[in-house]
């Protein structure tokens, strides 16, 4: 059973996307928050190869297949999930100090990635480019954790 993070129950996360990041930005700001996030909890982020082509039932079948190689247990951040305040998520992954979220590709995630997911989030009505979900659900983590300790990041 896991303890929660007061307990003494190291955050690990495992974050999961389709595709390079290309953008150098973009780029840059993941490894700024990573770096920002790393002193309180472990954070690993694994690319998934992308699948290039026009049959798009092609490529989310192949992109499908790598990704249940690599995990059975995530959580999907997808715009058909729930959406919650920055406190809320904190909340969220104060009960979850161990997890891995899914970050789809341009094509998204099929169906069977969708009803696997263990739960499914959303960063937001609107639709940002995968690249851009990256970062802004980085920039979340971090926040939701400095919440859960007590730092001057969330106002």
């Given at each position: 059973m896991w303890r929660s993070p007061e307990q003494g129950m190291a955050m690990r996360y495992r974050i999961l996307w389709i595709g390079k990041t290309r953008e150098r930005y973009i780029r840059e700001g993941i490894e700024r928050y990573l770096g920002l996030i790393r002193p309180f909890a472990s954070v690993e982020t694994?690319?998934?190869?992308?699948?290039?082509?026009?049959?798009?039932?092609?490529?989310?079948?192949?992109?499908?297949?790598?990704?249940?190689?690599?995990?059975?247990?995530?959580?999907?951040?997808?715009?058909?999930g729930r959406e919650m305040s920055s406190e809320g998520?904190?909340?969220?992954?104060?009960?979850?100090?161990r997890e891995n979220f899914l970050i789809g590709g341009p094509y998204g995630v099929s169906d069977e990635v969708l009803?696997?997911?263990?739960?499914?989030?959303?960063?937001?009505?609107?639709?940002?480019?995968?690249?851009?979900?990256?970062?802004?659900?980085?920039?979340?983590?971090?926040?939701?954790?400095?919440?859960?300790?007590?730092?001057?990041?969330?106002h």
């Open positions: 694994v690319e998934i190869r992308e699948e290039k082509g026009k049959d798009r039932i092609r490529a989310m079948r192949r992109e499908t297949e790598r990704i249940f190689k690599l995990t059975g247990s995530y959580l999907l951040l997808t715009e058909q998520f904190a909340e969220y992954i104060r009960k979850r100090p009803e696997g997911a263990s739960d499914r989030i959303s960063l937001s009505k609107m639709t940002f480019t995968h690249e851009m979900a990256r970062l802004i659900f980085l920039e979340q983590l971090y926040r939701a954790i400095t919440i859960i300790k007590g730092k001057r990041y969330h």
